[in-house]
């Protein structure tokens, strides 16, 4: 079940004070419900006025409505007349068991009907903080596909911006549900008319689009990053922005985002395929099931299945905000909205995985892990050492990997990773020696990766040191070699080549790097 008020709590206390603490009050009426902050209409949950609901109007910390007014309000002007189902701020998907919810079309377009009715309200909470917890059912043809619990709680910052929750339980019943793999789908925020960054002619405006990787507005399609951020001027003049967060803890993080410069910022996890084409082509590829002719709708290879009897989590978090992304230190709100152990190990992870070395020093280079749970302390600490060492930090690699292994002994690829510090940024062969010896100790000859990674670490500095006779030694510990991937193969190959070279044994050395290339070449 959902569960965030931790982070909520967390954000309250670190990040911003408040000169004076605002009130938020959750209203049920007939056809919505209206929240408000000291009085003043901050949105709408309305969940009559169409097939699907929607939050709407959203006014930003300037008292400016900061999302598109069209369809609800026509003729204002500087919006464009598009995309009738780009509804302010709502969820939704493309298609779930062939239903398209996105559209929430009528038969004349889509051959079915798609709708999602609230169900019942669980519980609304008024007060420092604001919450409300109701179920949702998507109807498709008339018949439940799934039930959904949403959670929004709205948390007021300094100067009248605000954080608010947006968590989504999806439940499947007694038949599973399936995703497809669309580039329609997720969270979706339709920002005001004056803060797009350019409209479907090319005509450009003042606003922009920043992700958490760096990427710039249509740079910013379809790639993955932690947040993205809408920047522009709302109706004053003066610079806000949204930005989006996708948890950590979430299906596919980080998500990919469907941003586009007409306004449309979007956190889609059950698209894959449709993210890897670059941003103009789907101006002219329909998806299905208007289309027929786009690749990536044929391929399924992001499609999702809740199974019978489960459900899927998605948490998000969305930041009202003065100013630009950096202004707004939208970076400082994700960290704390991402402050738990559980949730910064999944970003290393992630940045260790997309080789964002130098981002992942910049995040977490001063955190103190050691005051975690000893097991995820010693794989931060681990990831972060990785890190260091390949920026070439080798006494911070040092520290890191060896506080990570008093937390966990056993912790055998971090004492290789120590190892090869040692060997390649400290010049410390002595140590790296005894380094990887120890391992080898610990692991045993075998033809896994780890103690043949070792052996030939071993020979190369053996090697170094004009030690032929104890780097052969070393090596023919395998023999011939029986049962050993051919990518290891090559490698101890070479390092018999290198070894048998400094012997001044030239026909064995060319036999042997002859051997390796013979392999290599095989397919």
């Known amino acids: ?29 007939d056809d919505r419900l209206r929240v408000s902050i000291d009085g003043q209409l901050f949105t709408e949950w309305r969940h009559k006025e169409w097939v699907a609901p929607f939050l709407y109007p959203v006014v930003g910390p300037n008292g400016e409505t900061v999302t598109r007014h069209f369809p609800m309000r026509a003729n204002v002007p500087g919006e464009d007349a598009d995309h009738p189902w780009h509804r302010s701020i709502r969820f939704s998907h493309s298609d779930v068991n062939g239903f398209n919810f996105w559209w929430a079309p009528g038969k004349e377009r889509a051959g079915h009907t798609a709708e999602i009715k609230l169900e019942r309200i669980e519980r609304i909470t008024s007060g420092k903080t604001g919450e409300v917890v109701f179920w949702n059912q998507w109807l498709g043809d008339g018949k439940i596909v799934l039930r959904e619990k949403v959670r929004l709680a709205f948390l007021p910052l300094e100067n009248w911006q605000l954080l608010m929750d947006y968590d989504l339980e999806l439940q499947a ?49 379809g790639k993955q990053a932690e947040w993205a951020d809408y920047v522009g001027p709302d109706a004053s003049g003066k610079t806000v922005g949204i930005a989006m967060f996708d948890h950590p803890s979430n299906l596919r993080f980080p998500t990919h985002w469907h941003a586009r410069m007409y306004g449309l910022i979007t956190a889609n996890r059950f698209g894959t395929d ?8 789907h101006k002219t590829v329909v998806c299905a099931p208007a289309g027929k002719a786009c690749p990536a709708c044929l ?12 459900s899927l989590t998605l948490r998000h978090r969305v930041y009202f905000h003065h100013g630009d992304s950096t202004a707004a230190k939208v970076a400082d709100q994700y960290r704390v909205y991402t402050a738990d152990p ?3 190990l999944v970003r290393l992870r992630v940045l260790q995985r997309d080789r964002k070395w130098k981002e992942l020093i910049e995040q977490f280079g001063t955190e103190n892990f050691e ?19 390949i920026l070439k930090n080798g006494k911070l690699a040092e520290a890191d990997f060896k506080s990570a292994l008093k937390l966990n002994p056993s912790a055998d690829l971090v004492l290789l990773n120590l190892a090869d510090n040692y060997a390649n940024n400290l010049g410390n062969e002595e140590q790296a020696l005894a380094t990887y010896r120890q391992l080898l100790t610990k692991t045993g000859k075998s033809n896994g990766w780890l103690p043949i990674h070792t052996t030939i670490a071993i020979a190369r500095l053996l090697t170094d040191q004009v030690k032929p006779d104890e780097a052969l030694a070393t090596l023919q510990q395998y023999g011939d070699m029986p049962g050993m991937a051919p990518v290891w193969r090559i490698k101890m190959l070479r390092a018999y080549g290198h070894a ?24």
């Open 1 to 29: 079940m959902l569960n965030a008020t931790l982070p909520l709590i967390i954000a309250c206390v670190l990040v911003f004070t408040r000169t004076a603490a605002a009130e938020v009050s959750i209203v049920e009426l």
């Open 173 to 221: 019943a007694d038949q599973p549900v399936l995703f497809g793999d669309k580039r329609d789908g997720g969270l979706l925020v339709r920002v005001a008319g004056s803060m797009k960054v350019e409209d479907e002619k090319g005509n450009k405006f003042q606003g922009s689009i920043l992700n958490s990787r760096g990427d710039r507005n249509a740079d910013a399609w």
């Open 274 to 281: 449709h993210f890897k084409a670059k941003y103009d082509d």
């Open 299 to 310: 391929s399924h290879s992001g499609d999702y299945t809740i199974p019978a009897q489960s």
């Open 342 to 344: 559980a949730a910064m």
């Open 371 to 389: 005051t975690w749970p000893a097991e995820d302390a010693s794989d931060a600490l681990h990831l972060r050492g990785q890190a260091h060492s």
């Open 500 to 523: 048998y070279a400094a012997q001044g044994k030239e026909q064995e050395s060319l036999a042997k790097f002859r051997e390796a290339l013979e392999l290599e070449s095989q397919p």
